[in-house]
């Protein structure tokens, strides 16, 4: 035995791996003459596992192996040293901690590496391995920002004021420092009685320090108060009452108690007014966000969204960041809405002239499913809809982005049982969904279509598990049954039944058995050879000493439509040996039958005119001369068998009338050939004159 691989050098193993290998490729032993089990494997690669028959004539045998590079990954810390100690994952399922170089062994195709470590965000990145047999990755791991804090620095113009931020009370009156404020914006209220609260909205940066000053003096004397105004609009300036107070954001001191008209202007953008009542010592923020000047042609598309930080797209451009407004021309636009771990929000809008058209996107998380199968190539149905990845493709292996919650996943493939399983997607992370799909036997249909299509007497055999009961009348035989058993198929084209049954003409009941085998079949036709052996006697008459045995042996060709009708034809030899008349004793005048032995009228007088020469009443020359004429035989010869053999030719329809039920007709005969004794009411009284060589029968036929 020779075994080699490609490449060389690889370990052999025998039968398995527990007695450890018996060499490296290429390899040269001998074996014994069996199946055996060859396995064969190399670092890098793929195990190869053959079974490989050693013969006993051949001296040299010879096996090559050609392995196949097995897919890794290798992950490497040596772009950051924080990589150490990470937790690495290939499409969910944990590979172990970095601690240096890590190699991980996997399977073509496209994987979701994920690599993880406190303190710092998950890296996620997809590879693929279709083309690449191995691949090197020097990821960076991204610290998980910290808080950042700043200083505020609280003034007054009052001693021993009280100091909130953000509605909590400060340990410290003014004035105060308050340390570790984290960055971003505050609210600072002061407090001094009996005067009204001062308030005011200050924006904390990191490592620095704000300082901010109250007025409380004006308010402890009542009569006046503060009105801050804030706005968006670039460029915009503050009016109270007429009177310009200068750009925004501005706050209007020593405003006095009662009504009074705020306006905001800017360029571009319709003036913004409002009614604030002023308190004494009150302190208010009044927002303008003012509408732009439309065109005549234009109008406004407003975006909102309940997620933050989703990413606004109008007619393909990127415009910013929910919520977002922007004027656009008068028509149909498209708008998406579009966020990391969400299904992106796309709509198709009709904007009108001079209007605000406000459109609230409902973004849905979603998170990818990765579909395999063995074996690949199956149809995915998700929510009973067909799936389809990013690049068009419908079958597995794919990758899929799937909304959040509960998804209901079904493969199809042709051949095999369908897999159906429930997953919960969670929003931003990959699910891998691996199926071993199982084959599948027929279908209801398909079990209805076979059963519908069976044929008793058609060359196509029965499959293993189904029969057929036939009901038949006719001539010579007046009545038949017949069962048969279908006992399997070796492949498509070859296939076997038998049957067993019974049929009667009166003067002979036989019982016979039967065999068919299928040598070919091809949607529409079929063929097959066939034999029967029939044996039988008078029926409750064993004195008569009447028998016979019948075999046939011949062919059958067959051509089926639309598995409704079958018309076969059949060509066969068919060899009899039959005993009309029971055995003698003795010869001539003293020639006699057997004590108990009950002959026909035909056998005793013709042993009383042929054998014993005396002359009987009631039997005629012309009845002996039509005995010997149909068995050839005369004498003492007439109480032997009779032997012969006939070729026949048949002409079957099969009809299927109902799913388990056929209508069966048979027309055969023996053209231009000689009589069959048996069938002459000579030797049985039921039947005509003559062999009629042309015989019929029709009946029923029940599947199941």
Same mark, same amino acid.
């Given at each position: 035995?020779?075994?080699?691989?490609?490449?060389?050098?690889?370990?052999?193993?025998?039968?398995?791996?527990?007695?450890?290998?018996?060499?490296?490729?290429?390899?040269?032993?001998?074996?014994?003459?069996?199946?055996?089990?060859?396995?064969?494997?190399?670092?890098?690669?793929?195990?190869?596992?053959?079974?490989?028959?050693?013969?006993?004539?051949?001296?040299?045998?010879?096996?090559?192996?050609?392995?196949?590079?097995?897919?890794?990954?290798?992950?490497?810390?040596?772009?950051?040293?924080?990589?150490?100690?990470?937790?690495?994952?290939?499409?969910?399922?944990?590979?172990?901690?970095?601690?240096?170089?890590?190699?991980?062994?996997?399977?073509?195709?496209?994987?979701?590496?994920?690599?993880?470590?406190?303190?710092?965000?998950?890296?996620?990145?997809?590879?693929?391995?279709?083309?690449?047999?191995?691949?090197?990755?020097?990821?960076?791991?991204?610290?998980?920002?910290? &808080?950042?804090? $700043? +200083? =505020?620095? %609280?003034?007054?113009? /009052?001693?021993? !004021?009280? @100091?909130?931020? *953000? #509605?909590?009370?400060?340990?410290?009156?003014?004035?105060?420092?308050?340390?570790?404020?984290?960055?971003?914006?505050?609210?600072?209220?002061?407090?001094?009685?009996?005067?009204?609260?001062?308030?005011?909205?200050?924006?904390?940066?990191?490592?620095?320090?704000?300082?901010?000053?109250?007025?409380?003096?004006?308010?402890?004397?009542?009569?006046?108060?503060?009105?801050?105004?804030?706005?968006?609009?670039?460029?915009?300036?503050?009016?109270?009452?007429?009177?310009?107070?200068?750009?925004?954001?501005?706050?209007?001191?020593?405003?006095?108690?009662?009504?009074?008209?705020?306006?905001?202007?800017?360029?571009?953008?319709?003036?913004?007014?409002?009614?604030?009542?002023?308190?004494?010592?009150?302190?208010?923020?009044?927002?303008?966000?003012?509408?732009?000047?439309?065109? &005549?042609?234009? $109008? +406004? =598309?407003? %975006?909102?969204?309940? /997620?933050?930080? !989703?990413? @606004?797209?109008? *007619? #393909?451009?990127?415009?910013?960041?929910?919520?977002?407004?922007?004027?656009?021309?008068?028509?149909?636009?498209?708008?998406?809405?579009?966020?990391?771990?969400?299904?992106?929000?796309?709509?198709?809008?009709?904007?009108?002239?001079?209007?605000?058209?406000?459109?609230?996107?409902?973004?849905?998380?979603?998170?990818?499913?990765?579909?395999?199968?063995?074996?690949?190539?199956?149809?995915?149905?998700?929510?009973?809809?067909?799936?389809?990845?990013?690049?068009?493709?419908?079958?597995?292996?794919?990758?899929?982005?799937?909304?959040?919650?509960?998804?209901?996943?079904?493969?199809?493939?042709?051949?095999?049982?369908?897999?159906?399983?429930?997953?919960?997607?969670?929003?931003?992370?990959?699910?891998?969904?691996?199926?071993?799909?199982?084959?599948?036997?027929?279908?209801?249909?398909?079990?209805?279509?076979?059963?519908?299509?069976?044929?008793?007497?058609? !060359?196509?055999?029965?499959?293993? #598990?189904?029969?057929?009961?036939?009901?038949?009348?006719?001539?010579?035989?007046?009545?038949?049954?017949?069962?048969?058993?279908?006992?399997?198929?070796?492949?498509?084209?070859?296939?076997?039944?038998?049957?067993?049954?019974?049929?009667?003409?009166?003067?002979?009941?036989?019982?016979?058995?039967?065999?068919?085998?299928?040598?070919?079949?091809?949607?529409?036709?079929?063929?097959?050879?066939?034999?029967?052996?029939?044996?039988?006697?008078?029926?409750?008459?064993?004195?008569?000493?009447?028998?016979?045995?019948?075999?046939?042996?011949?062919?059958?060709?067959?051509?089926?439509?639309?598995?409704?009708?079958?018309?076969?034809?059949?060509?066969?030899?068919?060899?009899?040996?039959?005993?009309?008349?029971?055995?003698?004793?003795?010869?001539?005048?003293?020639?006699?039958?057997?004590?108990?032995?009950?002959?026909?009228?035909?056998?005793?007088?013709?042993?009383?005119?042929?054998?014993?020469?005396?002359?009987?009443?009631?039997?005629?020359?012309?009845?002996?001369?039509?005995?010997?004429?149909?068995?050839?035989?005369?004498?003492?010869?007439?109480?032997?068998?009779?032997?012969?053999?006939?070729?026949?030719?048949?002409?079957?329809?099969?009809?299927?009338?109902?799913?388990?039920?056929?209508?069966?007709?048979?027309?055969?005969?023996?053209?231009?050939?000689?009589?069959?004794?048996?069938?002459?009411?000579?030797?049985?009284?039921?039947?005509?004159?003559?062999?009629?060589?042309?015989?019929?029968?029709?009946?029923?036929?029940?599947?199941?």
């Amino acid at each position: 035995m020779k075994i080699d691989s490609a490449p060389q050098g690889a370990q052999v193993y025998i039968g398995d791996k527990s007695c450890g290998p018996v060499g490296n490729t290429p390899w040269t032993g001998t074996l014994n003459a069996a199946t055996v089990t060859v396995i064969v494997e190399a670092a890098g690669y793929e195990p190869a596992i053959k079974s490989f028959k050693v013969g006993r004539v051949r001296k040299v045998q010879e096996l090559f192996v050609p392995l196949t590079r097995q897919p890794q990954l290798e992950i490497r810390a040596d772009a950051d040293p924080s990589l150490v100690g990470a937790t690495v994952s290939v499409d969910g399922v944990a590979q172990g901690t970095i601690q240096g170089p890590m190699v991980i062994k996997t399977t073509a195709g496209r994987h979701l590496i994920e690599i993880k470590k406190e303190g710092f965000e998950t890296l996620t990145q997809w590879v693929d391995l279709s083309t690449t047999p191995a691949l090197t990755l020097t990821p960076t791991l991204k610290a998980v920002a910290k &808080a950042k804090y $700043g +200083t =505020i620095v %609280v003034e007054a113009d /009052v001693q021993d !004021a009280e @100091v909130y931020v *953000d #509605g909590n009370k400060h340990p410290d009156n003014t004035p105060s420092v308050i340390s570790n404020v984290i960055e971003g914006v505050h609210v600072i209220e002061v407090k001094k009685a009996p005067g009204p609260p001062w308030r005011q909205t200050v924006t904390v940066v990191a490592n620095q320090q704000t300082k901010v000053r109250a007025e409380l003096a004006p308010l402890l004397h009542g009569g006046v108060g503060v009105i801050r105004v804030l706005s968006d609009a670039p460029g915009a300036r503050a009016n109270i009452d007429g009177i310009d107070m200068g750009p925004v954001p501005v706050d209007i001191k020593d405003v006095k108690a009662g009504e009074h008209i705020v306006q905001v202007k800017a360029s571009g953008f319709k003036t913004g007014e409002k009614k604030v009542t002023v308190t004494a010592g009150g302190s208010q923020v009044v927002k303008f966000d003012l509408n732009p000047e439309v065109a &005549a042609d234009q $109008g +406004t =598309i407003k %975006v909102l969204s309940a /997620v933050p930080e !989703a990413e @606004v797209i109008i *007619d #393909g451009a990127v415009v910013g960041k929910a919520p977002q407004e922007k004027k656009v021309s008068a028509g149909e636009h498209s708008v998406m809405v579009r966020l990391a771990g969400y299904k992106p929000f796309e709509q198709k809008v009709r904007v009108e002239t001079g209007k605000v058209l406000s459109i609230m996107a409902d973004l849905k998380g979603v998170g990818r499913l990765r579909i395999l199968s063995n074996p690949a190539g199956a149809s995915v149905l998700i929510n009973g809809l067909p799936a389809k990845d990013k690049d068009g493709r419908d079958k597995t292996p794919m990758d899929v982005e799937v909304e959040t919650g509960k998804t209901i996943v079904r493969l199809e493939m042709p051949g095999f049982v369908a897999s159906e399983e429930t997953i919960n997607i969670q929003g931003g992370q990959t699910e891998t969904l691996s199926r071993e799909l199982s084959i599948a036997g027929k279908s209801e249909s398909e079990l209805k279509n076979e059963q519908k299509g069976l044929s008793s007497w058609g !060359a196509r055999a029965l499959p293993r #598990g189904r029969s057929t009961v036939d009901f038949d009348a006719g001539y010579p035989y007046f009545g038949g049954l017949r069962i048969t058993v279908g006992a399997g198929r070796i492949s498509q084209q070859w296939g076997f039944d038998a049957s067993i049954g019974v049929r009667t003409m009166f003067a002979r009941t036989e019982l016979g058995f039967g065999g068919r085998m299928m040598v070919a079949n091809q949607e529409p036709f079929s063929a097959a050879l066939f034999s029967n052996l029939w044996y039988g006697t008078k029926l409750f008459d064993n004195k008569s000493e009447r028998n016979g045995a019948t075999f046939d042996a011949g062919i059958l060709a067959s051509l089926t439509a639309l598995s409704n009708v079958t018309i076969t034809g059949r060509a066969y030899l068919e060899f009899w040996s039959d005993r009309h008349c029971p055995e003698i004793n003795g010869s001539g005048a003293s020639a006699s039958f057997k004590s108990d032995a009950k002959p026909t009228k035909a056998c005793d007088g013709y042993l009383k005119t042929a054998v014993r020469g005396e002359t009987v009443d009631g039997f005629t020359p012309m009845e002996r001369a039509r005995m010997e004429e149909l068995t050839g035989e005369s004498g003492g010869d007439m109480f032997g068998r009779d032997y012969g053999v006939r070729f026949m030719l048949s002409l079957i329809a099969e009809i299927a009338v109902r799913q388990r039920w056929n209508l069966f007709g048979i027309i055969e005969g023996a053209p231009f050939q000689d009589e069959r004794a048996l069938f002459t009411d000579q030797f049985s009284g039921p039947m005509a004159e003559e062999d009629l060589v042309l015989y019929g029968r029709v009946g029923l036929s029940y599947k199941f």
